[in-house]
Nanobody, 120 residues
Framework: QVELVESGGGLVQPGGSLTLSCAVSGSFFQIVSLGWYRQAPGNQRELVATINSGHATNYADSAKGRFAISRDNAANTLSLQMNVLKPEDTAVYYC??????????????WGQGTQVTVSP
């Protein structure tokens, strides 16, 4: 069973910074890619950033220049450094992974989410 657990959310003032972390644990064969999504109240879940096993990254326009995604393949962890935070960044942030649990079984896995609130 594969488990993704996020940490690092909280309350921050506009213009501040926050780092989210995600730990992947359990029994699996290979992590193909990892990413962060977010969902604000009343909105659909949306992409923030993704990173593959070769560390190639992809960002939503709203995250470009402010957020940085990184991963540690040896430790099976994922991070999201968020800078110059804005009130519109307020959302529940979810860690997600495209993971082979076996050599032939490939699925999307999600964490439980961590709340980020940007407010004065």
């Amino acid at each position: 069973q594969v488990e993704l657990v996020e940490s690092g959310g909280g309350l921050v003032q506009p213009g501040g910074s926050l780092t989210l972390s995600c730990a992947v644990s359990g029994s699996f064969f290979q992590i193909v890619s990892l990413g962060w999504y977010r969902q604000a109240p009343g909105n659909q879940r949306e992409l923030v950033a993704t990173i593959n096993s070769g560390h190639a990254t992809n960002y939503a326009d709203s995250a470009k220049g402010r957020f940085a995604i990184s991963r540690d393949n040896a430790a099976n962890t994922l991070s999201l450094q968020m800078n110059v935070l804005k009130p519109e960044d307020t959302a529940v942030y979810y860690c997600t992974g495209k993971i082979y649990s076996t050599t032939i079984q490939f699925d999307d896995y999600w964490g439980q989410g961590t709340q980020v609130t940007v407010s004065p």
